[in-house]
């Protein structure tokens, strides 16, 4: 059977956070938040237990917006006097906080729900965390005046989290990096180094202590389903070959998954092959249409990707983070994600039979 995992975000339930939003407000405050985002996040290591899933995740509960939640711990940065900025290359304008002092972590950023998520599940477990190049394009810049000095600032900052995660049991850390596919070149030239430096050093101490060494991960995708990116999409013409100047890259770093689209995109799936070497979550789940996918569906697309990834390097994953979607159509996607996993190693042994 092949792992199974989503890439990260899933609905938050009504009696925790506006539903339906990117950046919703909590519905408590407090004591009453801190212990809601732990049941919501108990809520679904049940329901991706019971879907099946092999690498569980906390499907982001406790965090507002996946940059900003990691960016409440961190010192240096104003975030009372927002200013308005286009980012991914002005495909949407954000009202987004500024850096204005040299960065530093103020205490640990997901100690709680890691612990947590540890704590209630016996499978592995994925945690994720923004990565340096995607957070320099969510904030503006008062300070350091080069965005490469400031992407290592806030590397070394991830990394320090990281390595923390890796000690509270974290068997998987994942850097969301959207922005790849934006700044390919710049993410070619340092993104992945940045990327590295935030990875540096994880593995060494689970190999160690727990016999079985926490994996690096970085999930790069075309976005959630919003309108704005739906638009966008439309731009890039029939094959979309952003992640051709980026693979070469990460195949040649340290960072053993890459989590990538794949179901009703246009990505040309030997592109995959770029890869070589490395444990590859392919995207099975379309998270711009509430359409259920069909095993077949799914078992087609793992078929197709097993043409460049070996068998035992393909993660069945969903292309991107579910936050926005109803709670429902969220759960029925994660049936189906195991389901079509399911369905596909049924199809290899028939072959092989
Ligand atoms: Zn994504």
């Given at each position: 059977?092949?792992?199974?995992?989503?890439?990260?975000?899933?609905?938050?339930?009504?009696?925790?956070?506006?539903?339906?939003?990117?950046?919703?407000?909590?519905?408590?405050?407090?004591?009453?938040?801190?212990?809601?985002?732990?049941?919501?996040?108990?809520?679904?290591?049940?329901?991706?237990?019971?879907?099946?899933?092999?690498?569980?995740?906390?499907?982001?509960?406790?965090?507002?917006?996946?940059?900003?939640?990691?960016?409440?711990?961190?010192?240096?940065?104003?975030?009372?006097?927002?200013?308005?900025?286009?980012?991914?290359?002005?495909?949407?304008?954000?009202?987004?906080?500024?850096?204005?002092?040299?960065?530093?972590?103020?205490?640990?950023?997901?100690?709680?729900?890691?612990?947590?998520?540890?704590?209630?599940?016996?499978?592995?477990?994925?945690?994720t965390l923004p990565g340096p190049?995607?957070?320099?394009?969510?904030?503006?810049?008062?300070?350091?005046?080069?965005?490469?000095?400031?992407?290592?600032?806030?590397?070394?900052?991830?990394?320090?989290?990281?390595?923390?995660?890796?000690?509270?049991?974290?068997?998987?850390?994942?850097?969301?990096?959207?922005?790849?596919?934006?700044?390919?070149?710049?993410?070619?030239?340092?993104?992945?180094?940045?990327?590295?430096?935030?990875?540096?050093?994880?593995?060494?101490?689970?190999?160690?202590?727990?016999?079985?060494?926490?994996?690096?991960?970085?999930?790069?995708?075309?976005?959630?389903?919003?309108?704005?990116?739906?638009?966008?999409?439309?731009?890039?013409?029939?094959?979309?070959?952003?992640?051709?100047?980026?693979?070469?890259?990460?195949?040649?770093?340290?960072?053993?998954?890459?989590?990538?689209?794949?179901?009703?995109?246009?990505?040309?799936?030997?592109?995959?092959?770029?890869?070589?070497?490395?444990?590859?979550?392919?995207?099975?789940?379309?998270?711009?249409?509430?359409?259920?996918?069909?095993?077949?569906?799914?078992?087609?697309?793992?078929?197709?990707?097993?043409?460049?990834?070996?068998?035992?390097?393909?993660?069945?994953?969903?292309?991107?983070?579910?936050?926005?979607?109803?709670?429902?159509?969220?759960?029925?996607?994660?049936?189906?994600?195991?389901?079509g996993a399911r369905l596909a190693?049924?199809?290899?042994?028939?072959?092989?039979?």
């Open positions: 059977m092949f792992d199974t995992a989503i890439a990260g975000s899933l609905p938050k339930p009504a009696w925790l956070a506006e539903t339906g939003k990117l950046w919703p407000q909590w519905q408590a405050e407090g004591a009453a938040l801190a212990q809601a985002k732990l049941d919501a996040t108990l809520l679904w290591i049940k329901t991706q237990e019971d879907a099946g899933l092999s690498v569980i995740g906390d499907g982001e509960m406790s965090r507002q917006h996946f940059v900003h939640g990691f960016l409440e711990q961190v010192a240096g940065i104003d975030r009372v006097n927002k200013v308005e900025m286009g980012i991914r290359n002005d495909r949407y304008k954000a009202m987004v906080p500024q850096v204005v002092a040299p960065l530093a972590l103020q205490g640990r950023v997901h100690q709680a729900e890691a612990r947590f998520l540890r704590a209630h599940t016996t499978r592995r477990v994925k945690f190049m995607t957070i320099c394009d969510t904030v503006a810049d008062r300070f350091y005046g080069d965005r490469v000095k400031m992407a290592f600032a806030f590397a070394e900052l991830l990394n320090q989290e990281a390595l923390a995660l890796e000690a509270d049991g974290v068997d998987v850390i994942q850097f969301d990096e959207p922005a790849f596919n934006v700044y390919m070149d710049e993410a070619a030239d340092w993104g992945v180094k940045a990327l590295e430096r935030a990875a540096q050093g994880l593995g060494t101490w689970s190999a160690a202590h727990r016999g079985r060494a926490c994996k690096t991960a970085v999930h790069i995708c075309y976005g959630y389903g919003i309108e704005a990116n739906v638009q966008w999409k439309k731009t890039l013409g029939e094959e979309w070959r952003q992640y051709e100047r980026v693979f070469p890259a990460l195949a040649a770093s340290r960072i053993d998954q890459v989590s990538l689209e794949c179901f009703h995109s246009h990505v040309p799936p030997d592109l995959i092959a770029l890869l070589a070497g490395k444990e590859v979550m392919v995207g099975v789940i379309d998270v711009a249409s509430d359409d259920i996918e069909t095993p077949e569906q799914v078992a087609d697309t793992i078929g197709t990707a097993l043409q460049f990834v070996a068998r035992d390097k393909l993660i069945a994953c969903t292309n991107c983070g579910l936050a926005p979607m109803r709670r429902e159509v969220a759960e029925a996607k994660l049936a189906a994600l195991v389901a190693t049924e199809r290899l042994a028939r072959a092989a039979a």
